[in-house]
């Protein structure tokens, strides 16, 4: 565990002023263009490379490409570096097309994602920025290319600090636009658009710079090579069909989620895709900080073990792995479910937004919060099957949580209010994960022969126990607060500073005090850093 503990430290602190940087970021953004039609077209463009990318790329890096550069690495002369670098040709060249050919359809994708209910106007205000943003598939790929190979070489720094310089570059264009721009999507001019669009696309420039310079430091060369008969890719290249399955079973499930959320919009101003979307980012720090940190330690390593045939070190890695992301996900889920309306309220209530519409966030943020758990657990579980270079599993369990996903989304679309349409989707992310865990540790321990689910529910429990009462703390603080000052953002920021810090430290003095050894791990290596 100190291995993974010392590696998710190094990624959890890039991480954390990557989230901090990037909730400044989603602040601003809200603030400049609010969460109604602008608000809604900005963000449904802003979603269409990461699609194209994910559908691409992403997906296969964590399942397929790691593992195999882990095993070229240990068996090709080389060390793997020719593998590296077909694979990052392949990836240049694929993503760049791609790329090319989005900007030119823009307009049907759009159409494709949105509401019947949009007017075309709208359409094509969210076409125009699409066009400024396709180009960033083609650096997404180099960047996580360049990112994969450093995890693989046990390089965990630049990947995770390197999106803190794209916040940045965005802050400066949102403070610009702030000045210049508007919220009004009949009065928005093209050159605003541009504005928005290129700011947004430069920030991945300079993220992808970061990476492209990282990798050089390690020692890896980039030679373009197109001599992919018998190199490996063809094994990659059948291991792939099942995550790109995967991937396009989740993404017809975000399709559904878009098509639903803006239409939603359409009918309930700040009531759509932008809450949705907002409530979802801030959802997903928690589980960025800790999670994505440990499953991009963990992965290689399990990778390794299960090469070599040690099942009891992966079985082990993953005990780990899943423990000590729990012990910061179980507080902040129920510390989200409490303060999920003041984070929303200190972070978007500004500029042209109000306090109602950053209240409701908060409420869609709270459901959110209830689902840190089981999303995270499933996220780790995944890396079980791609260790063993299994991708048929998840998407198997991938059909199963989009039917579900999509079946309650519906229900709530044409069963619940307008303004609570959101907040009912979310409710069928949150019953998706719980169900989609319990299949996938179900199938990963078979696979495994275990996975410690006694011990792992038995660490839960005395989790959750203490965490109750830093979040009885938390609702106290925010209950007093409300009946003497109202929801206010300075309120809302004392809730935060109050209640939220009271909390989390009787957390951690819980926990510690009931042994909760990964709780006492985080303590000891905090300690040791402010020792120093």
């Not at 699609?51 to 992403?58: A, E, G, N, T």
């Given at each position: ?88 040709t392949l990836a240049v060249v694929v993503l760049a097309g791609v790329a090319v050919v989005g900007v030119l359809l823009a307009h049907p994708i759009m159409e494709l994602y ?125 291991m792939a069909v099942w995550t790109f399955v995967y991937v396009g079973v989740t993404q017809v499930g975000f399709w559904v989620t878009t098509k639903l959320s803006t239409g ?19 959802f997903q720090l928690p589980y960025g900080i800790i999670a994505v940190s440990v499953i991009t330690a963990m992965l290689p390593r399990m990778s390794r073990y299960v090469a ?225």
């Amino acid at each position: 565990m100190s291995r993974m503990l010392r590696a998710g430290a190094i990624m959890a602190a890039g991480t954390m002023v990557s989230r901090l940087t990037g909730f400044l970021r989603t602040a601003l953004l809200a603030a400049a263009i609010g969460t109604w039609a602008l608000g809604d077209a900005y963000n449904a463009a802003y979603m269409i490379p990461l699609i194209l990318f994910d559908l691409l790329l992403q997906g296969v890096l964590s399942s397929v490409i790691v593992p195999l550069i882990v095993r070229a690495q240990q068996n090709d002369s080389d060390g793997g570096q020719a593998f590296e670098q077909r694979l990052m040709t392949l990836a240049v060249v694929v993503l760049a097309g791609v790329a090319v050919v989005g900007v030119l359809l823009a307009h049907p994708i759009m159409e494709l994602y949105t509401a019947a209910n949009w007017s075309a106007h709208k359409v094509d205000v969210a076409a125009t920025l699409a066009r400024f943003l396709l180009p960033q598939i083609a650096l997404l790929g180099i960047g996580a290319m360049a990112g994969a190979i450093l995890n693989t070489r046990d390089r965990f720094g630049a990947p995770m600090w390197a999106p803190v310089l794209n916040n940045i570059v965005q802050i400066g264009m949102l403070v610009a636009y702030l000045k210049i721009g508007t919220a009004d999507i009949e009065k928005v001019t093209y050159g605003q658009l541009a504005l928005l669009g290129l700011g947004t696309t430069a920030g991945i420039v300079a993220q992808t710079i970061v990476l492209v310079i990282a990798l050089h430091r390690v020692g890896f060369r980039f030679r373009p090579r197109l001599d992919l008969r018998g190199s490996g890719l063809g094994q990659a290249a059948r291991m792939a069909v099942w995550t790109f399955v995967y991937v396009g079973v989740t993404q017809v499930g975000f399709w559904v989620t878009t098509k639903l959320s803006t239409g939603a919009g359409g009918q309930a101003a700040g009531a759509g895709n932008s809450a949705y979307a907002y409530a979802y980012q801030l959802f997903q720090l928690p589980y960025g900080i800790i999670a994505v940190s440990v499953i991009t330690a963990m992965l290689p390593r399990m990778s390794r073990y299960v090469a070599e045939g040690d099942l009891d070190s992966a079985r082990a890695e993953f005990a780990s792995g899943v423990r000590l992301v729990s012990a910061v996900i179980v507080p902040s889920s129920l510390l989200l479910l409490v303060l999920g309306p003041a984070v929303t309220t200190v972070i978007f209530s500004w500029g042209r937004m109000t306090v109602d519409s950053a209240l409701y966030i908060g409420y869609v943020l709270m459901v959110f919060g209830l689902a840190l758990v089981p999303f995270s657990i499933f996220q780790l579980l995944l890396r079980v099957f791609y260790s063993f270079g299994d991708t048929r599993t998840p998407a198997a369990i991938a059909g199963v949580n989009v039917a579900i996903s999509a079946t309650l989304s519906l229900i709530a679309y044409f069963v619940l209010p307008v303004r609570y349409i959101v907040i009912g989707m979310a409710f069928s992310f949150l019953i998706t994960y719980v169900i989609g865990s319990g299949v996938a540790w179900t199938l990963a321990s078979r696979r495994t022969g275990g996975l410690g689910g006694r011990e792992v529910m038995a660490g839960l429990s005395r989790m959750f126990v203490a965490a109750i009462p830093a979040s009885a703390v938390a609702l106290a603080v925010l209950w007093l607060v409300r009946e003497i000052a109202g929801i206010t953002a300075v309120s809302s920021a004392v809730v935060l500073a109050v209640g939220g810090g009271a909390g989390l430290l009787l957390y951690l003095l819980t926990a510690h005090r009931m042994r909760v050894p990964e709780v006492g791990s985080i303590i000891g290596l905090v300690a040791s850093r402010v020792g120093r």
